[in-house]
């Protein structure tokens, strides 16, 4: 591949909460009856009205989101606003009764054409509606480079944040693109970042982890 890139600082967490012990056991096979998951709200210069979509995968292990307009850009052409672009979802995860679940991993892919000198970044952040924001995982990229893209935000198990057994709070997904120009002459050049589909090709896909809730006493 060519050009550069470099990881950001070790990803620590997905979703980084202390937890002490945890039983790989109870990770169990996707419920069988489907999981629909509604938009709730969409904001972000990254993802106008229309330009965002979800959709579960056949086997309930993901689901993907698919942009149209997320691109973000410095140099000729661009507007001064262009460097940073983001995106935050808000999603209604309708879950089969007695299943929980948690994001086990998320690959996100695009495009970049970065002028040699300049830099880019990919960022994400999760959480559940009522819990704090977790820190943002961070991926960089640097120029001269002209490719594809790809980065992965990884989950230990024993990390791992389930959504609350019983209660239905909505899942937020905060990403960001951000160029550059670096020592490149934006006066001459444009580079860019972009985490959209045309075709419908390139799509971020989210991981899920299962488990079965505990059954009320009676």
Request: with cysteine; glycine share 8%; hydrophobic share 40%.
């Amino acid at each position: 591949m060519p050009g550069g890139l470099f990881a950001g600082a070790a990803i620590a967490a997905l979703f980084a909460t202390p937890m002490s012990t945890f039983d790989a056991s109870v990770i169990v096979n996707p419920p069988p009856d489907k999981i629909v998951i509604e938009v709730a709200t969409v904001n972000g210069s990254g993802c106008p009205a229309g330009t965002a979509a979800v959709a579960v995968s056949p086997d309930n292990t993901a689901f993907t989101v698919t942009y149209s307009e997320y691109l973000a850009q410095v140099g000729v052409g661009s507007k001064p606003t262009d460097f940073r672009k983001n995106c935050q979802l808000n999603l209604i995860v309708h879950v089969p009764q007695g299943f929980t679940y948690a994001i086990a991993s998320a690959d996100y892919r695009g495009y970049a054409k970065l002028e040699s000198g300049a830099t880019a970044q990919q960022k994400a952040s999760y959480y559940f509606q009522g819990s704090s924001q977790t820190v943002p995982i961070i991926h960089n990229f640097k120029g001269a480079y002209n490719d594809n893209w790809q980065s992965t935000d990884r989950v230990d198990v024993a990390a791992l944040v389930w959504a609350p057994c019983g209660e239905r709070r909505n899942f937020n997904i905060n990403t960001e693109l951000r160029v550059n120009a670096g020592t490149s002459d934006p006066s001459k050049t444009n580079s860019f970042m972009a985490m959209d589909s045309t075709d419908g090709d390139i799509n971020t896909v989210y991981h899920l982890a299962w488990k079965e809730c505990p059954k009320p006493r009676t």
